[in-house]
């Protein structure tokens, strides 16, 4: 995961922080850690349930459809890793600021094992944002070949394919480190003698990794999105088409680009955080422990993965009319049907949240 070794999310006094504050990390902990990033999981989680809610019931209509549903899933699964990890350990700290083995064993072990299955979700969703955009492509750019590119059935052997790699590529990092119970019982990290190999680091945790999250994606997100881009100003020049489906076919678009931009930005933090991993050496760990140079930047990739998997529902909200008029109904349905018959309301079509056919 993010960390070179567990010793970097260790708040225990080192060298390096003899002369510094450590309740201003313990504060730091729980306002950026547990309140921000906390309030992004519990947002997020609500958001990414209403999600899951509404497109379900949907998702076999339209493989857009289906690629949000999963990408909403994949983003849960993401927001309850961090959940465990940011929102106990920042109370714990303040409440029990003296040193306690039961709050640096929970703080180790969900730093060592937690944060390496939310990576494997977390690629998930990035697989997932390029299946979206890539249905907009063909949409867009290739209509021709809609029916044979973008179909639910596809989309559900894609997603199974991006958890299969995400999870060959990042299990290892669970075997990275381990755990010893110390006779005070308090866990001590252990580092396998191959982490520290340089060949390793440098092709598995540094260059494999920020091709794998970044790279990769960005590069291939960016080309399509431009693509798609191109592709609408040309059919706006050539093509007449109703007020309706143009509208929908604005939203969706809008809402994809956005979400694009949302990944690349919040992803790069990680990518980053890998570079810097890779400068420092085997200083990283210092670096980021209470009164290191890097402290304070430890949890931004974290706390900026938690945001990324928590935000397309404010996206789909904002950009989707028909997604918005879905939630409205959701919430409005028990409170709204006692009043209302099928006499006295006229019967009208039903909003789609996206186009039921990607072309």
């Known amino acids: 995961m993010e960390a070179a070794s567990t010793q970097a999310y260790s708040t225990k006094s080192v060298p390096a922080a003899e002369s510094f504050n450590m309740r201003i990390c313990y504060v730091n902990y729980l306002l950026f850690g547990t309140c921000l990033g906390g309030f992004f999981v519990i947002s997020g989680l609500m958001g990414n349930i209403v999600t899951i809610i509404i497109l379900g019931r949907e998702r076999k209509k339209s493989s857009t459809i289906n690629c949000l549903f999963m990408l909403a899933i994949a983003d849960a699964f993401v927001l309850l890793n961090y959940g465990v990890i940011l ?14 083995v039961g709050r640096m064993n929970l703080y180790r072990f969900t730093w060592t094992y937690l944060t390496s299955a939310a990576r494997i979700f977390n690629q998930v969703s990035i697989f997932i944002t390029m299946l979206v955009t890539f249905q ?13 590119l973008c179909s639910v059935k596809l ?8 958890y299969l790699v995400s999870v060959v590529y990042f299990s290892p990092n669970f075997a990275l480190y381990y755990l010893v119970k110390h006779s005070s ?19 598995y945790s540094i260059i ?6 970044y790279v990769i994606p960005v590069t291939t997100l960016g080309f399509m999105s ?30 994809a680009i956005a979400i694009v931009g949302i990944c690349v930005i919040c992803q ?9 991993m890779w400068v420092f050496g085997n200083g990283y760990g210092r670096a980021v422990t209470c009164g290191g140079h890097l402290y304070l930047f430890m949890l931004v990739p974290h706390v900026m993965m938690v945001f990324n998997s928590a935000f397309n529902f404010i996206i789909y909200i904002t950009l989707a009319k028909g997604f918005k008029k879905k939630v409205q109904r959701l919430f409005s349905r028990s409170r709204v049907a006692p009043a209302c018959t099928s006499a006295n309301v006229p019967s009208r079509p039903e909003t789609a949240v996206v186009p039921s056919e990607d072309s």
């Open 226 to 255: 431009i693509q798609i881009l191109r592709g609408l100003r040309r059919q706006a020049n050539t093509l007449q088409q109703s007020q309706g489906e143009t509208s929908v076919r604005k939203d969706l678009t809008r809402s």
């Open 208 to 213: 494999g990794f920020c091709l794998m999250t």
């Open 185 to 203: 019982g308090l866990f001590q990290p252990k580092v396998h003698h191959f982490v520290q190999n340089p060949l390793y680091q440098l092709l």
């Open 268 to 276: 790069s933090f990680s990518t980053a955080n890998r570079i810097l």
């Open 136 to 148: 907009r492509y063909v949409s867009v750019c290739l209509p021709l070949r809609a029916k044979q």
């Open 155 to 162: 989309v559900n052997i894609l997603v199974f394919i991006s």
């Open 87 to 100: 929102v106990p350990n920042g109370i714990y700290a303040v409440v029990l600021e003296t040193f306690s």
